[in-house]
Every structure is written in structure tokens, then in C-alpha cells.
């Protein structure tokens, strides 16, 4: 008998530097795996969502959700020691194509270097910088990270195309999220929460900085909330970088407070919620697929707002009202992010049907503009990689 070679499938290299974007990786998996017919390996940097799909993570997601200027200098030597360990396992591994999303601090400075070497991976980048809100030079910085762009925005492409980064729009992965899917009813049963009580959906933020500022503000404007309504419930859907901080901070509040993870139990909670509270970012899409009513809360650290004000080109933080060009969310930040005014923004939509309908029937038009009713951004995105994996094997084939 004759030993048979077998191929190996080819490794996919993902790194995820943050919650949202170890969602994203989770489905990109997915959506490889289902291509290439589950001949597929992966290696990377990713959380929870990724490590369910099969991936070992190279080194804690923890340590790379940071954000500030000054929040990331106590962190700065274990970041650099990351980004050498993360670049030698690149090269130790050798994969067809390393995907990095988003968190470009540190997925630039790993695939910079990555793409002076030779032979090399084919290297995607997967969520653009928001070159088009503030910081436009870093569409300079991602032509020199990456060799294509995967965009979530279809107005993104052409900012790095500019700069010669070829760049493609895949669609929003919060519209197969599964967010409008949750079982609100079997949520409150499961945690004895009436049919007719109150529920308040609090989302605080996934990483320590957002929570420990966000938290103090929120606890304050949920005890002014209490005292309109005696039957108040606030859920709290958390994820694996700030859980057990979250957990300590809020188990001391007057009131039912329940704290919830995952994205099954988060996304029923969704749908149990008269409202929500959060913080800036992918969540508040969330909410709106859910249908559900929210107003928005955020502070950042008084320096970094500083400079942040100066150079921010854009009128509104939540990606629903800059789609529509109007307030169509609530949004108190910086100062205006007081229990005071969160309290009445947010005893607005929990006494008001009328407030919470139009904001629902309103938000609908943009999650439209974003890929809603259209192929899984995952797949389109999967596509488009294998797409320029096989470019990239023709080119070598080419030349042998």
C-alpha cells in the first residue's frame, strides 16, 4: 500500500480586538466554513463568539479593548509585546489571509509589518476607521496595513479608494445579528417579571473605561426613574470584557436589577424592554432591529473630548440618526449626560406609546440604507476574501 498525502485545509488568520468585532469574526467563520464546505482552520485573536466557532485565542481580547489617548498608556509596553507575539505567530503559522477587524491601534501596527514581508499573507482589513467622521488621515494608514477594505457603509468605499486601497461594501453585520428574533415573553417568564412591569434595558458599554464612567451617571438616573415607576425592572446585558465589573457595580442597587450574558439571553432581553438606556455604538442598531426605543448616553475622558471635539466632522454619534440626517435618537453627551436629562429623555419613551412608535417606524428607513433584506453581510464578506485569496494563487502560480 501506498501512504496518500492529504491536504491540509487552509488556515484563515482572524484577529478581533473587542467584543463587537468578535462577533463579526464569529460569523465570518461561519460564513467560511459554510463556503469551503467546512475545509477551512483558523488561528488568531478573538473572544467568546470566535472560541464557539473553534478558534484558540492567541492572547486575552481583554487586553486590546482599550480606548483614549490616555486611557492606553498604563498598557502600552504589554500592547507593544502583543503586537510582536501576534506578528510571530503570523509568520509561524503562515495562513492564506489574516483578516483583521476593527480595533486598527493595534490590528495596523501587526499587518504593517506583516506586509513587508515576502512571501505573505493576503491581508483584509474588515470595518473601515470612520475616516468620514474624524482623523481622515487614517485611510493613509489602512492603504498601508491592508490590501482591500471591507466596508459596513456603502458611502465608505470611496474615502480609501482615494488613497489606492481598494475597498468593498459588504453591509452591516448587525442585520443577521439575530437581534429581531428575541422571545420577550419567555424572558419574562423566565426570570418572574410580570407581563404588564416596566422594563428598562441598560447597556453600560463593553469596554472598562465606558463602564466605569457610564455606570455612576446610569445608576443615578435609574433611581430618579424608580420613582416614577414602583414596578420598574432594569435588565442588564453584559459581555465577557466588563462582566464581572458590571456585576459588582450593580449588585448593590435598590430596585430588580437582573444582569444577563450572551446573546440569547441579551437579545430576548431586547424584546422583554419597554426602552433601553445605552452607550454609543453598535448596540444602538441593535436596539433599533429589536424595535426597541432608546436613548443614547456617553462621556469620555475630559482631555480626549477636548481633542475629539476639535476634529470631529460629523453632527450626530449614533449611526441611525447620521443615516437619516436628523435627531431621530436621543443623544446626551458630555455634559448633557446627566441622570437629570437621561431620566426625562428616557420617561419619555417608558410613559409615551406615540414616542416609542415614531422612533421605531423612523429607524426602520435606515437600517435599510445598511444591507437589511439583502445576502448576510458574513457571506458577502466571506466571498470576497476567498475572492482574493484565489487572486493572490493565481499571481503565484504566475510566476513559477
Known amino acids: 500500500m501506498t501512504d496518500v498525502m492529504v491536504e ?3 488556515l484563515y488568520y482572524l484577529i478581533a480586538g473587542e467584543p463587537s468585532g468578535d ?5 465570518l467563520m461561519r460564513a467560511l466554513r459554510q463556503r469551503l464546505g467546512g475545509r477551512v482552520r483558523f488561528a488568531g485573536v478573538g473572544g467568546e463568539q470566535m472560541a464557539v466557532e473553534g478558534l484558540e485565542s492567541l492572547l486575552p481580547i ?7 489617548m490616555v486611557e492606553i498608556l498604563p498598557q502600552i509596553f504589554n500592547l507593544i509585546r502583543r503586537i510582536r507575539e501576534t506578528i510571530a505567530d503570523i509568520e509561524a503559522k503562515a495562513p492564506v ?12 501596527r501587526v ?27 487614517r485611510a493613509r494608514s489602512a492603504a498601508k496595513a491592508a490590501d482591500h477594505l471591507l466596508t459596513l457603509l456603502p458611502f465608505e468605499p470611496p474615502y480609501f479608494e482615494h488613497v489606492k486601497l481598494p475597498a468593498s461594501y459588504v453591509g452591516h453585520p448587525v442585520i443577521e445579528g439575530g437581534a429581531d428574533h428575541g422571545d420577550g415573553p419567555a424572558f419574562r417568564a423566565r426570570h418572574g ?20 464612567r457610564l455606570l455612576p451617571v446610569f445608576r443615578e438616573t435609574v433611581e430618579r426613574l424608580r420613582q416614577r415607576h414602583s414596578d420598574l425592572v432594569v435588565v442588564v446585558p453584559t459581555v465577557e470584557t466588563v462582566a464581572n465589573r458590571v456585576a459588582e457595580a450593580i449588585a448593590d442597587w435598590s430596585g430588580r436589577t437582573i444582569l444577563v450574558r450572551g446573546s440569547t439571553e441579551k437579545f430576548d432581553a431586547f424584546a422583554a424592554s419597554t426602552a433601553a438606556l445605552a452607550a454609543s455604538g453598535t448596540v444602538a442598531l441593535e436596539l433599533a432591529m429589536a424595535r426597541v426605543p432608546m436613548v ?4 469620555i475622558w475630559g482631555p480626549t473630548h477636548f481633542v475629539v471635539s476639535r476634529t470631529i466632522k460629523i453632527k450626530y454619534a449614533t449611526l441611525i440618526n447620521l443615516l437619516l440626517d436628523r435627531p431621530m435618537i436621543p443623544e446626551l453627551l458630555q455634559h448633557d449626560c446627566t441622570p437629570e436629562r437621561l431620566a426625562d429623555a428616557v420617561e419619555r419613551l417608558l410613559s409615551d406609546p406615540d414616542a416609542r412608535r ?23 464578506a466571506a466571498d470576497k476574501v476567498l475572492e482574493l485569496v484565489a487572486a493572490a494563487d493565481r499571481r503565484k502560480e504566475g510566476r513559477s
Open 193 to 212: 417579571i410580570a407581563p404588564d412591569a416596566t422594563v428598562l434595558c441598560m447597556l453600560p458599554g463593553s469596554r472598562k473605561s465606558e463602564v466605569s
Open 358 to 380: 415614531l422612533q421605531i417606524e423612523g429607524s426602520r428607513a435606515a437600517l435599510q440604507q445598511i444591507g437589511r433584506d439583502g445576502e448576510a453581510p458574513s457571506l458577502r
Open 296 to 299: 443614547i448616553g456617553y462621556r
Open 23 to 27: 462577533v463579526i469574526g464569529a460569523r
Open 97 to 108: 489571509a489574516v483578516v483583521t477587524i476593527d480595533s486598527s491601534g493595534f490590528c495596523f
Open 111 to 137: 499587518t504593517e509589518k506583516i506586509k513587508l514581508k515576502s512571501p505573505r499573507p493576503v491581508l483584509v482589513h474588515y470595518v473601515a476607521p470612520m475616516v468620514w467622521a474624524w482623523r481622515a488621515h
Open 8 to 10: 491540509e485545509p487552509p
Open 62 to 68: 481583554r487586553e486590546l479593548a482599550i480606548m483614549g
